[in-house]
């Protein structure tokens, strides 16, 4: 499937400068969910990693997150804006491009050591995924890779990263 004939071109949201990488038309496709979704299978089994849990960062991270999950028999994990989640949580603050922004994860949801791949739809700056591989590593578990839908080559967002693979099925 062409992933990016389908994603969606929003000039100028949210903010003047932006081009916003619409996918709802690819999750509206009969077809589109699961092409991610093994689009996402077929570079992680190429990279011969254990995956205990797979974490998605809110909102959209939980769309692609949960059924990549499912196919791999593995945890569903999520990340969390504040004071989303009811229970002793861990908490990171980062730096956006005006202002700071801070997401959460419950102290208990992962096991010490397991290994857990980060999902999200987009990474731009890297801000955001690099601030879950602090939360990770808060809770004693081993961040082993990241896959995205989206990678804004453009940002260089995968230098913020830890070293470990990064997936990503569609470039701009
Ligand atoms: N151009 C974008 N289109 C859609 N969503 C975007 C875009 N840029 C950022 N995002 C959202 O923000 C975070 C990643 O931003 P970082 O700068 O890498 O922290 C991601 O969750 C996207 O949903
Ligand atoms: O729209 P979301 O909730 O996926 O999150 P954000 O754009 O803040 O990353």
Do not use: C
Request: charged letters at 20%; a negative charge; proline letters at 6%.
């Amino acid at each position: 499937m062409d992933f990016k004939s389908i994603i969606r071109d929003i000039p100028d949201f949210p903010q003047k400068g932006i081009i916003f990488r619409d996918i709802t038309p690819l999750l509206a496709h009969p077809q589109g969910l699961t092409a991610i979704i093994q689009g996402f299978q077929t570079k992680f089994a190429e990279l011969n990693i254990d995956i205990d849990a797979v974490i998605g960062i809110e909102s959209r991270g939980f769309i692609l997150g949960a059924p990549l999950a499912m196919q791999l028999g593995a945890s569903f994990i999520p990340v969390r804006k504040p004071k989303k989640l009811p229970s002793a949580v861990f908490r990171v603050e980062y730096a956006l491009e005006y202002g700071t922004d801070t997401l959460e994860i419950h102290q208990d949801a992962i096991g010490v050591g397991k290994r857990v791949i980060i999902i999200d739809d987009v990474i731009a700056t890297g801000g955001t995924a690099a601030a879950t591989a602090k939360l990770v590593e808060q809770t004693g578990a081993k961040l082993v890779g990241y896959g995205f839908l989206i990678e804004l080559d453009f940002l260089n967002g995968r230098k913020a990263l830890p070293e470990v693979p990064i997936v990503s099925l569609v470039n701009y």
